[in-house]
């Protein structure tokens, strides 16, 4: 798409400016066909980006993009249109904000609810400074449940730097939203709620809205006004948008159109093997609940949900409260299963250990997305939960080498009675069943030799399994362990091993995850440890396979480091 | 104290009760004196506990304390009488609530804004199980600040099973409680806030208010009521209490007598280096702004605060929001300090990641209490924070080996232009200055000698150096390092050393810290690396000297090591 101006954004009658969003929203739905993205959230803020974009004078105001998944209007008004094309693409553009990329994003992002916040903290830094900005936070309605938003709000008075944040309501996270500020949100947007303007003054926001966010008519004045406001005080102007805008097939199903996969999977995916044995399971124990934080659909749950509505609940984006609610469920003899993606996981990083496992209680992390997940890039890889789980006390952690073991594990953990994590990949291969012993390693293939290959996860093992097919040809062998345990180690497997070179795979950061574990065992013993997985990197968006690959998780690059031990025997 | 027996509660006159409370009160300050412990809070909560137990049937009822700075009178009144006199000491009962030690408590916490969630998850799983009792949440107003008692208050209608919020408002944190959410409850004690009764209602919380809770005439009857209204759904009972009630020393002083040592101590703080240093260098630099989250005094910057109003920010129990906050104003140009206690910090691991190591931004966290901290037991010790920064990239972290280095760390900090994390323990000995090089470790003495001890830290190097004292009459002795940076390790020093025993001491997790990753550094080398520091465990509450000599890292530990090796040389 050719490169829009901002004088040209400021001369443009209202037709064209609408003539402009159809363009915008073709751009977006070509290129999301192509490459993947978020399609039903940008479909849905074309409008309200363009509004801004006009009534805002951009890089020098600020706007901060709650999460990131609506800001491919403003990459495409801003400095990227001619790059739109190459979006998620490895090289090309983030589909989130980058800093490194525009100086149009101030602040980048990815996980829900930090636009406030920040905002706030460059508004502060704007006053320090005694400069003249504006700066916006661009959040939506499934942001405003989680508890950093409200954090930020509590702190607007004390903070006292004016800033405009535009709720884009659109009543849905990924999952419809929920709870109690959604009911705040909504009798709101009926117009018959004093009390909700009360309380946004009561943080110190004077309350604008609703203005009907695909409507240029209406926000171009709505803004404006909120500009000239935003002179005197902080200011909330309450968008209501429509997720999907424009293109009847995202309108009708945003859900399903929240992300998009440029080509279907052909792999089986590991959330579906989930919510069947969990299902399943549930059906014979009544102590079995589900919880999820906003993302039942893509966690697998949509059938546990319906078959089991009273045992199964989404809280919103409350990855914190949802840790709790299992702990607490679980003190009372339940069993609570927690799906969530790995990085998302890191929201609740205290409570899992302060209130899981510091009363070593049986919840059971499904951790989905785990390892390099690709395009969506740096704040979506699930590249660091080996590291943050691996020195958490009470805290198993299993890694399971395909998805019939997975389901093994998941029938296995009703009775496990500990706090369990159980971290693997978006998809991969339904496998064979083989036998399943907690807390045990499993030897795939046992041979005579010096070298001995310790993998963790499908991925892994798989570039273990197909490296030994090439070398057989050439005559050299390894022993291959399924290292389905991060912890506890299965240390009698590993104390009876005689291997003296030892290589560890892993798709997790180096640092504190198997490799770190399993020489931590080895050592001071003579044998030689190598381990391959990610170093001290925030890694970008790409292809799985790719990403992987240019950081040595290749059947090729374990090929020749097992050559050249080879020749070192 | 005698244990007092429920039917006494029950059939005891108003009178009686009263008595009642001022010997409890007694108790209270006669223990906190030889113990030590929480004064303000427990005494401010004598008679809203007593009625509490009289109104409710514990254990069945069940009650869960936010925080739990406030459960003494509990433990009085519940099973733990007659043990009362071993507060916080080794062996005795634990200062704040623990499923452990009673039927009683039901739910541990030490970190704040749990106790709705898990309320909430308790009633769940009642009603799951058709069972039939009552659930009590008591949360100070400080914790209201918090995003996860927001996260758990917006799932309240999701969950649809009866709780009773008591609210505890004595308008305190362990600093004044502040902001937006602190005005709505204000409005509410003022009484003239329909606004603040319908947003708890829009919550699906039954207002009822306000409450004096120090009197029992009004607290008996508000809470038959409460109970009574339970039946049918949830209710937040607004209590108001003042802190350190019935003690003037405490009530005139209530952030001074928050928490009380049993001894004072003749150590120097690390937080007063703090405050003078940054309120120092904040005098010649502009950019230079203070964060904490509720814990100004504790952590040294009081004179900051005075000095730079407009540049301190306590933004309350929010430590998620602190650290996005500190990365805005970082984007910006500006330096953040962020203050916080390593247990805390754990709430903030995200957004370190996310958004401060993520976008590579210069926001240095000074992380006070690291290490074991002794008689607050497993919330509170703060040996995790190596194992949780080791593996994040972009991030450099600090162990200071006496007050004069963190000093020149925080000095030169202002100029490091990168993530920084300083990592000390409460307190310890002022020492000399010496030649400071960041990311460069020292040698504190070098010898011919087959052995090294790399310590982290005052307290490991003080158990290096009076090993090394005692070997050497013997004609024993080792060189000792300074490792003050976790990482990056400095690989110069490590690389130019032909020790062939490498010894290494922290005050930490063993899985993810300096241990290991001298580890991963010689991995290979032929080095044999033998690491001190905690196993797999939340480590109970004691003496810090007592719970480390326990483990392992003591002066005759290290020298019985030593010897060890130096036999095998």
Not at 273 to 282: D, F, N, P
Request: some cysteine; glycine content about 8%; hydrophobic content about 35%.
């Amino acid at each position: 798409m050719r490169k829009i101006l901002h004088g040209e954004l400021i001369d443009a009658s209202l037709s064209q400016l609408k003539d402009l969003c159809k363009e915008l929203r073709e751009e977006i739905v070509d290129t999301v066909a192509k490459r993947g993205g978020h399609l039903a959230s940008n479909l849905g803020t074309v409008e309200l980006t363009v509004a801004l974009h006009r009534v805002f004078n951009f890089p020098k105001d600020k706007i901060v993009f709650d999460v990131g998944h609506q800001c491919y209007t403003h990459k495409l008004l801003s400095d990227r249109a001619e790059r739109f094309s190459t979006l998620r693409s490895e090289g090309g553009i983030s589909g989130f904000p980058k800093r490194s990329e525009s100086p149009y994003d101030c602040f980048d992002t990815g996980h829900a609810g930090t636009a406030i916040s920040a905002a706030l903290g460059i508004a502060k830094a704007r006053d320090i400074k005694q400069e003249d900005f504006n700066v916006i936070a661009l959040v939506g309605d499934g942001s405003f449940n989680n508890g950093l938003i409200f954090e930020a709000l509590n702190s607007i008075k004390i903070l006292n730097s004016r800033i405009l944040i535009v709720l884009n309501d659109n009543g849905m996270s990924i999952s419809p939203t929920v709870g109690g500020t959604h009911e705040i949100l909504t009798d709101l947007k009926e117009g018959f709620s004093p009390e909700g303007i009360r309380l946004f003054e009561q943080f110190g926001l004077n309350y604008s809205g609703k203005i009907n966010g695909n409507n240029l008519e209406e926000l171009l004045p709505a803004l404006e006004r909120a500009k000239e406001e935003l002179k005197h005080r902080c200011v909330l102007l309450h968008v209501v948008t429509k997720k999907g805008q424009g293109q009847p097939f995202s309108e009708n199903a945003p859900q399903e159109t929240h992300g998009v996969s440029p080509r279907p999977s052909t792999k089986a995916e590991y959330s579906s093997a989930l919510g069947e044995e969990l299902t399943s399971l549930a059906k014979n124990d009544g102590k079995i609940v589900a919880v999820t934080a906003a993302m039942t659909d893509s966690l697998g749950l949509r059938g546990f949900f319906r078959t089991f509505p009273d045992r199964a609940f989404d809280v919103g984006i409350c990855e914190e409260h949802a840790s709790v609610l299992c702990a607490a469920m679980a003190t009372e003899g339940m069993k609570p299963y927690y799906a969530i993606y790995s990085t998302f996981l890191q929201r609740a990083f205290d409570e899992i250990i302060h209130d899981i496992c510091g009363q070593n209680l049986p919840v059971t992390f499904c951790i989905d997305r785990a390892g390099i997940t690709g395009e969506d890039g740096e704040t979506h890889q699930g590249i660091f939960d080996l590291s943050y789980l691996s020195f958490i006390p009470n805290l198993t952690v299993a890694i399971p080498k395909n998805i019939a073991e997975f389901r093994t594990i998941i029938r296995e953990s009703a009775s496990f009675g500990k706090p369990l994590a159980i971290r693997y990949p978006r998809d991969g291969e339904e496998g064979e069943e083989t036998d399943f012993e907690f807390l045990k390693f499993e030897i795939l293939h046992s041979t005579v030799s010096d070298i001995i290959v310790c993998a963790a996860g499908e991925r892994c093992i798989s570039i273990g399994e197909e490296a030994r097919k090439s070398l057989c040809s050439e005559g050299i062998d390894f022993t291959l362990v399924n290292a389905r345990f991060l912890k506890p180690l299965d240390e009698n497997l590993l104390s009876s091993r005689k291997e003296k070179f030892v290589i560890t795979l892993e798709d997790n950061a180096l640092i504190g995850g198997l490799g770190d574990a399993i020489s931590r065992f080895y050592r001071n013993s003579g044998r030689l440890v190598y381990s391959l997985g990610y170093g001290e990197e925030f890694i970008p968006h790409g292809t799985v396979s790719s990403l992987m690959r240019q950081r040595g998780l290749s059947k090729e690059n374990l090929i020749r480091i097992v050559k050249d031990l080879y020749a070192r025997r």
